[in-house]
């Protein structure tokens, strides 16, 4: 990789470029999600690569969905894998979550060498790979879950991803939050909380909005979850894309 001197106007996003390219060196991630990281990186483009003030929101709402949940689940693809290993394991430690890796295109090698991955960043249980439960109306891979993670979850971090399963995740009753930089994007649209920011930003952020509010009283988390607004987040993430600046 060549070094990008942190002067660079575009330093950051080129850094996260290339850890995709080198997840896919490793069998991490898709070729797929080469393309997938271009969709995204052309929003953050127009959201001027910050989070903006109702991603924020939408962060402290995730991470309080996740404090009142029962069994919340972090589902990780080959982009998250490459792009936030140490971040998620750090996320499912603040809230108590596991981690189930679940692949649009998977195949038995990348699911052990994210997993394996995710174990060099610390996780001690990573779920995905006994896959004896599925999702039903989904007709491809993604069905696979664990019994007992995604299966028996009540809120799911799906971050990334095409919009059919968040939608069936949906119709099972779970909670979900999704993490995508398109707010138009059919996930985003069917999500529980949206949060509309680059996935390198989105994790570490609602890490910290955990351990900020890990002292509250459920009754405070359940006012940050009920006073969310996922319409307003959206249409706010939209109006920064489309005119520009934060509300
Ligand atoms: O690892 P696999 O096999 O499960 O495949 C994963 C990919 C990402 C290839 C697959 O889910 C896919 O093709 O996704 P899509 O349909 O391209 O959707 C990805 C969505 O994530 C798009 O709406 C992008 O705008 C958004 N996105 C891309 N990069 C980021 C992002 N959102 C947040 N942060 C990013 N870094």
Do not use: C, W
């Amino acid at each position: 990789m060549t070094d990008v001197p942190e002067s660079h106007p575009r330093h950051d996003s080129l850094v996260t470029r290339h850890r995709i390219e080198e997840g896919v060196e490793r069998g991490i991630t898709s070729r797929q999600g080469l393309i997938a990281q271009g969709r995204g990186e052309a929003f953050d483009y127009l959201l001027g690569e910050q989070t903006i003030s109702s991603a924020d929101a939408a962060e402290r709402a995730a991470a309080a969905q996740f404090l009142v949940a029962d069994h919340p689940v972090v589902s990780v693809n080959g982009n998250v894998a490459a792009l936030v290993p140490g971040e998620v394991v750090e996320l499912a430690d603040a809230t108590g979550a596991d981690l189930e890796v679940n692949l649009f295109n998977r195949t038995e090698e990348r699911m052990e060498a994210i997993a394996d991955h995710l174990r060099e960043h610390g996780a001690t249980e990573v779920k995905g790979l006994t896959a004896d439960a599925t999702v039903p109306g989904l007709d491809h891979e993604r069905a696979k879950v664990d019994s007992d993670g995604i299966a028996a979850a009540d809120v799911v971090l799906v971050p990334l991803e095409d919009g059919d399963r968040a939608e069936a995740l949906g119709a099972l009753d779970k909670t979900e939050v999704v993490i995508d930089l398109n707010p138009l994007s059919r996930s985003a649209q069917a999500a529980t909380v949206p949060v509309v920011d680059n996935v390198v930003r989105a994790v570490p952020a609602i890490t910290e909005h955990a351990r900020d509010l890990a002292g509250a009283d459920r009754e405070t988390l359940e006012t940050i979850v009920a006073e969310f607004d996922a319409d307003e987040a959206l249409a706010a993430a939209e109006r920064a894309i489309r005119e520009g600046g934060d509300d």
